[in-house]
């Protein structure tokens, strides 16, 4: 065995408060004491972690499984990936099905934290990417982004899957665009409605797509207006108005006709009061004025 089960189950049932796997109750020093004597004897000793991977999937798999065994299985899976080897190897290990169904299966901090650890697995590795795909987890993960209330957490974190599911790998953002109703999704994702850490991220992933490729000039229309009013959003984080003003100039590149109706009098409004503190967001903002002064 390469994990200590038994020692991680006991802190999982005497610290879990059965609101989220990560959330702990107040611990005093021997309480936390005995927590980091428990991860020291499941991690410390650890020779394989493939071999953890696959005990960490067969808890999840188990039909003795609890909710504190899957959150403490899956704790293990997120330590373990951080070893790129781990995560190459989780199909071959027969563990992305298992948690693909948990996410489809479980709800609450289950699934988030599926979620999440599925996010990692996707993230530039373009082998389980596409094992994914061939598991059909672009249509799990779009199906609990658009039944997700706005602002959820279910909302952003099955977004955040996705992307990590088929970005950077052309014939997967196509799928995701044009056959499954990507374009729309990202429309509503980017409305003033949403809240605005998916909207950073949405037009996060909308710029990605316009610098390789993977977004096309006829679909540039759809997305400026959303673009213009998180444009003239110049109280948001500074991370949200650079991703912002970058990806307006992105699509003005690719569609300088569309973009200008929408975009010109929000940019140039926004780069007028840009201040000094602001030289990234600017820079991009003149960019996509110098493109849209072209059209």
Aim: aromatic share 6%; proline share 4%.
């Amino acid at each position: 065995m390469a994990v200590n089960w038994p020692g991680l189950l006991a802190w999982s049932t005497k610290y879990h408060d059965g609101t989220a796997p990560s959330n702990f109750k107040k611990m005093s020093d021997e309480d936390r004491a005995f927590l980091e004597k428990a991860m020291e004897e499941a991690f410390g000793k650890m020779e394989d972690p493939n071999q953890a991977l696959l005990e960490a999937i067969g808890q999840i798999k188990s039909e003795e499984r609890t909710q504190e065994s899957i959150s403490t299985a899956l704790e293990v899976i997120d330590r373990l990936c951080d070893d790129p080897d781990v995560a190459r190897n989780v199909e071959k290990l027969d563990g992305l099905q298992p948690l693909l169904d948990m996410v489809r299966d479980f709800e609450g901090p289950i699934r988030f934290r599926g979620l999440e650890i599925l996010a990692l697995l996707f993230s530039n590795n373009p082998k389980i990417q596409e094992a994914g795909i061939k598991r059909e987890a672009l249509a799990l993960f779009m199906a609990q982004v658009k039944d997700s209330g706005r602002g959820t957490e279910q909302r952003s974190k099955a977004f955040r899957a996705m992307v990590a599911l088929v970005r950077a790998l052309e014939p997967f953002e196509d799928l995701f665009l044009r056959k499954q109703g990507g374009l729309a999704l990202l429309v509503d994702l980017l409305d003033p409605a949403e809240d605005p850490r998916t909207r950073e991220k949405a037009a996060a992933f909308t710029l990605s797509m316009a610098c390789n490729g993977s977004l096309k000039a006829e679909e540039v229309k759809d997305l400026a207006p959303k673009l213009a009013a998180m444009v003239a959003d110049g109280e948001s984080a500074v991370q949200y108005r650079e991703v912002t003003a970058n990806c307006a100039a992105e699509l003005s590149r690719l569609d300088a006709d569309a973009c200008r109706p929408v975009l010109l009098e929000p940019v140039q409004a926004r780069h007028t009061s840009c201040g000094a503190e602001d030289e990234v967001e600017k820079g991009a903002l003149q960019d996509c004025l110098d493109t849209l002064a072209k059209a």
